[in-house]
């Protein structure tokens, strides 16, 4: 039953997918019999697919939550108007300088989120969507009273001036182009460091991400998109007040997302078109009712139905569609797919031809901390921890719960900022740089409780950690250019080389992250580090979750790393029989402090040891 259920949703919205679309081609038949009134309305409806294309790649794949892209929009109204009026400037050109401007503006938006996320996030734009019109105001546009500042509407040879089939055929042509650019962003390097910034910032900045410059490139392509949507409102309105921008236009943005499905291309144009065209249909079916009602002798007024519309379209698809439009046609295509083969769960490294992990790692890295320490308060979590792990071993981090392991793993991934002490490796000193920058440097790491991008397929996580190995730009992506589709070829057989290493089936590529078993997640994250070409590894509990001949594999898999890759190891694990078989050398830590250093024999035998840890 539910099974059906579920299908029928899938169905009914592919459905409504194509009637929502229809009109756009429709629209392209010569003498197919629209008036002007429906140009306009179509018209109204490609320029909100923009706004909100701009509005989904931020908060539908970036996951930065924003309430002021009517502030936006409003700034790519009045920058098109005053450039073009006051300035005699093209439309075309003052169009190009609008969303340039606005996306300058997106940057200046970007700043809040660079401290801010979710609700604090949207409570920061809604500041900027609310003083925004009052700023026009302040600034003096020459509005020309209440009717808002004016502007020719732009036309083609042979089409009256108020013709809007003229404007649908100059702005459907230019809006698919945007999508089309989007769609190559999205699939690009670019895109997804977007999305990982979505799933988790820590697990980004482990990839060789910098959040700094996805938050900006995400804030800037947002409202450039958006700015070049408000001018484009203004050619279709011929004028623009500052009072059409307020926070409920806002809100009405974020509701087409939600109702077309965040993050998906489709889903901007399914929502804006949805909330655009269908409160026009409830119009004149209200009036005709109306009229129905009155001819019976009922007196019944029907006030703003839209809003009723609105409200309980937005329950339905909380309830019934919650990934929206087109994530419930997604999952009809996936219904469509023949199932996948089997997933194995065993780890045996099989692929080792064919892994690319970049250039061999040469055995000179050295990792070093000096009198490391870091305090919470009052709590001392580390206290002048000195260690070294020497290039070419596995060196294990072992203590009981609460002796600082993670905090010091946290120090060496740049998460956690020490007190005192030094970090260097390779002789360079860590303390300055950005978790991005580990990964550039060789350090690739694992965390305790598994942070893959769970919502991204398990090929998009093997993506993402060849992050810092990809050096197509950002036009690169854009554009969609030679060198950019060459890489991805090779990174996706890197990824696929990597899931054979690992011994997991290629049917494993496409499918979620989040449909994992706990041993499959923690190979994939291997996986997604050793990808990124790295000299050092921090391993945080490899083996936790294993069992019996998991075990011995993950040691087989940790010397094959370090025997025929030439990686260096550093690992935190509670496992003694994993750590005595496979480590060259152990310190033990006990409330933030080393009590003992030496072989895996040595330390067996310690006093100390025994005494804190080994019972």
Not at 356 to 365: C, E, I, N
Request: hydrophobic share 50%; net charge neutral; with cysteine.
């Amino acid at each position: 039953m539910l099974k059906a259920l579920s299908s029928g949703r899938a169905w009914f919205s592919f459905g409504l997918v194509l009637a929502l679309t229809a009109p756009f081609w429709l629209a392209l038949v010569p003498g197919f019999g629209f008036n002007n009134y429906t140009y306009s309305v179509l018209n109204l409806a490609l320029v909100y697919s923009l706004v909100a294309l701009g509005l989904n790649l931020l908060t539908g794949y970036a996951g930065q939550i924003s309430l002021g892209h009517s502030g936006l929009m409003a700034i790519g109204a009045y920058a098109t108007a005053s450039l073009t009026t006051q300035f005699s400037l093209p439309v075309g050109l003052s169009l190009v300088v609008a969303a340039l401007v606005t996306g300058l503006v997106g940057i200046g938006l970007a700043l809040p989120a660079l401290r801010l996320s979710g609700p604090y996030l949207a409570v920061a734009t809604i500041g900027f969507a609310v003083a925004v019109p009052q700023l026009l105001r302040l600034v003096n546009f020459r509005t020309e009273g209440v009717e808002g500042l004016k502007l020719a509407k732009p036309n083609l040879p042979g089409f009256g001036p108020d013709d809007d089939l003229a404007r649908y055929y100059l702005f459907l042509p230019g809006i698919a182009l945007a999508y089309l650019l989007a769609a190559n962003l999205v699939k690009s390097k670019i895109g997804r460091a977007w999305q990982g910034l979505r799933e988790s910032e820590i697990a980004a900045q482990a990839t060789g991400i910098s959040l700094v410059r996805a938050k900006i490139e995400v804030f800037a392509v947002s409202g450039v998109l958006t700015g070049l949507a408000g001018g484009l409102y203004i050619c279709q309105i011929g004028r623009v007040n500052a009072d059409e921008f307020n926070l409920l236009l806002s809100i009405y943005f974020l509701a087409m997302i939600a109702v077309g499905g965040l993050g998906r291309l489709a889903g901007a144009a399914a929502g804006a078109i949805l909330l655009t065209i269908l409160p026009e249909l409830v119009n004149r079916l209200s009036s005709l009712a109306q009229d129905l009602l009155n001819g019976a002798g009922v007196a019944l007024q029907l006030k703003n139905p839209q809003y009723i519309l609105y409200g309980l379209l937005l329950m339905l698809v909380v309830l019934f569609l919650p990934e929206g439009l087109a994530g419930a046609f997604t999952r009809l295509t996936e219904r469509l797919r023949p199932a996948p083969e089997a997933v194995l769960s065993s780890v045996q490294p099989s692929g080792l031809a064919s892994l690319d992990l970049g250039s061999t790692p040469a055995l000179t890295g050295q990792l070093e901390l000096k009198d490391l320490t870091v305090r919470f308060g009052g709590l001392v979590a580390v206290s002048e921890v000195s260690l070294s792990v020497p290039p070419g071993q596995i060196v294990g981090l072992i203590g009981p719960n609460g002796a600082g392991k993670t905090t010091l793993f946290n120090c060496l991934s740049r998460l956690e900022e020490p007190e005192q002490g030094l970090i260097t490796w390779e002789g360079r000193s860590l303390l300055a740089l950005p978790p991005s920058a580990l990964a550039r440097l060789g350090l690739a790491r694992l965390f305790q409780n598994g942070e893959l991008f769970k919502k991204l397929s398990v090929r998009e996580n093997l993506l993402l950690g060849q992050h810092c190995r990809l050096r197509q730009s950002f036009l690169d992506g854009l554009l969609g250019t030679r060198r950019q589709r060459a890489e991805e070829e090779q990174a996706n057989l890197r990824a696929e080389a990597m899931l054979t290493f690992l011994a997991l089936p290629l049917s494993l590529a496409d499918l979620p992250a989040h449909g994992l078993a706990f041993g499959q997640a923690r190979l994939v994250e291997l996986g997604r580090a050793l990808l990124s070409g790295p000299r050092l590894l921090l391993l945080d509990e490899p083996a936790a979750g294993t069992h019996g001949r998991e075990k011995a594999e993950l040691v087989t898999l940790l010397r094959t790393l370090r025997d025929r890759l030439g990686l260096t190891i550093l690992l935190v694990e509670h496992d003694m029989a994993v750590v005595m078989e496979v480590c060259d050398r152990l310190y033990v830590m006990d409330f933030g402090r080393l009590i003992a250093t030496g072989t895996p024999d040595e330390i067996r035998r310690d006093p100390l040891v025994i005494e804190a840890y080994l019972g």
